[in-house]
């Protein structure tokens, strides 16, 4: 039903089928009946394209076109209150009616009730894009990463990037305000160089010790080339040593062979079993054979 919370980690949208509309008018008429039968009104429309594309890489443009272009049919077809019209994310409880798009198919229709477990973007998709000047996609997951887990990053806190290197996610964690040392063997980029909140430890995971760091460090992040049990086995080490200021985890765990997969329940057990709460994991948009994973240090220990 509406309210079932799915929990999955490689699904960043989901809610209860309604089946499909060859037509407008078809889907129109499955919209109303919802409402009716929920007795609510307006729906929020969420209209987006179905996944076919490998992890990481972009739908097509014209797809994303036709998706908006539906989208703005609707509401010009649509009875008067049908839809709400205004720009705004939904509200806790509100109705969505989700609607996707895929090449050479009927339009696929469901719905759900917006909460906690649903993103307030259509499809799950965060709307971004990768600014000119940022040294590499890592911007993307950053970025997306803060907007899906809600962590609440504040101008002026410490964040260590290990695995920084060219410096797109310390480039993003700098232009909202955030000191930020990377740590990582290889060369970052001269505008995160240049930029004045940011240091540069020319370090792999293994050889950094805690006196190299600042005496308090808010956020952690990691997004190294090793497997997940080797990164999370050497991160265990850093964790530990950042009580009593660490507020959270930021880690992104490769995915070389989707066998890996089955074991994300056991990665994230790993992440609490740091002393860490909250723990949260997800396949970004802009991840690509990999998961991000969140969590928060618990209270008693900050």
Same mark, same amino acid.
């Given at each position: 039903?509406?309210?079932?919370?799915?929990?999955?980690?490689?699904?960043?949208?989901?809610?209860?089928?309604?089946?499909?509309?060859?037509?407008?008018?078809?889907?129109?008429?499955?919209?109303?009946?919802?409402?009716?039968?929920?007795?609510?009104?307006?729906?929020?429309?969420?209209?987006?394209?179905?996944?076919?594309?490998?992890?990481?890489?972009?739908?097509?443009?014209?797809?994303?076109?036709?998706?908006?272009?539906?989208?703005?049919?609707?509401?010009?077809?649509?009875?008067?209150?049908?839809?709400?019209?205004?720009?705004?994310?939904?509200?806790?409880?509100?109705?969505?009616?989700?609607?996707?798009?895929?090449?050479?198919?009927?339009?696929?229709?469901?719905?759900?009730?917006?909460?906690?477990?649903?993103?307030?973007?259509?499809?799950?998709?965060?709307?971004?894009?990768?600014?000119?000047?940022?040294?590499?996609?890592?911007? *993307? +997951? @950053?970025?997306?990463?803060?907007?899906?887990?809600?962590? $609440?990053?504040? !101008?002026?806190? /410490? &964040?260590?990037?290990?695995?920084?290197?060219?410096?797109?996610?310390?480039?993003?964690?700098?232009?909202?305000?955030?000191?930020?040392?990377?740590?990582?063997?290889?060369?970052?980029?001269?505008?995160?160089?240049?930029?004045?909140?940011?240091?540069?430890?020319?370090?792999?995971?293994?050889?950094?010790?805690?006196?190299?760091?600042?005496?308090?460090?808010?956020?952690?992040?990691?997004?190294?080339?090793?497997?997940?049990?080797?990164?999370?086995?050497?991160?265990?080490?850093?964790?530990?040593?950042?009580?009593?200021?660490?507020?959270?985890?930021?880690?992104? *765990? +490769? @995915?070389?062979?989707?066998?890996?997969?089955?074991?994300? $329940?056991?990665? !994230?057990?790993? /992440? &609490?079993?740091?002393?860490?709460?909250?723990?949260?994991?997800?396949?970004?948009?802009?991840?690509?054979?990999?998961?991000?994973?969140?969590?928060?240090?618990?209270?008693?220990?900050?």
């Amino acid at each position: 039903g509406a309210d079932v919370e799915l929990g999955a980690v490689f699904a960043r949208a989901f809610g209860a089928s309604l089946g499909k509309a060859a037509t407008l008018p078809e889907l129109l008429g499955l919209a109303q009946a919802l409402a009716a039968a929920a007795n609510q009104t307006p729906l929020r429309l969420h209209v987006f394209v179905g996944e076919d594309s490998s992890p990481g890489e972009e739908s097509s443009a014209e797809l994303d076109a036709a998706a908006e272009k539906l989208r703005a049919e609707l509401f010009a077809m649509a009875p008067p209150a049908l839809f709400v019209t205004d720009a705004r994310p939904p509200r806790r409880g509100e109705l969505v009616l989700d609607v996707i798009v895929r090449p050479d198919e009927p339009l696929w229709v469901g719905f759900h009730r917006h909460g906690d477990a649903h993103s307030p973007f259509p499809g799950g998709r965060v709307p971004l894009s990768l600014p000119s000047e940022a040294p590499s996609r890592a911007w *993307l +997951k @950053l970025e997306e990463a803060v907007a899906w887990s809600r962590l $609440p990053l504040r !101008r002026d806190q /410490v &964040a260590v990037e290990i695995g920084s290197a060219p410096g797109g996610a310390s480039f993003a964690l700098l232009q909202r305000g955030l000191k930020v040392v990377g740590v990582d063997p290889g060369q970052m980029a001269p505008q995160v160089l240049a930029a004045s909140g940011f240091s540069h430890l020319q370090l792999s995971l293994g050889d950094l010790r805690r006196e190299q760091l600042p005496a308090t460090v808010d956020w952690l992040l990691m997004d190294v080339n090793l497997a997940p049990q080797v990164a999370l086995h050497g991160v265990r080490r850093i964790v530990s040593t950042l009580r009593p200021s660490l507020r959270g985890v930021i880690f992104t *765990l +490769k @995915l070389n062979d989707w066998k890996l997969a089955a074991e994300v $329940p056991a990665f !994230r057990a790993r /992440v &609490a079993g740091m002393g860490l709460e909250n723990v949260r994991a997800t396949q970004l948009h802009a991840n690509r054979r990999e998961i991000c994973v969140v969590a928060t240090a618990a209270a008693r220990r900050r």
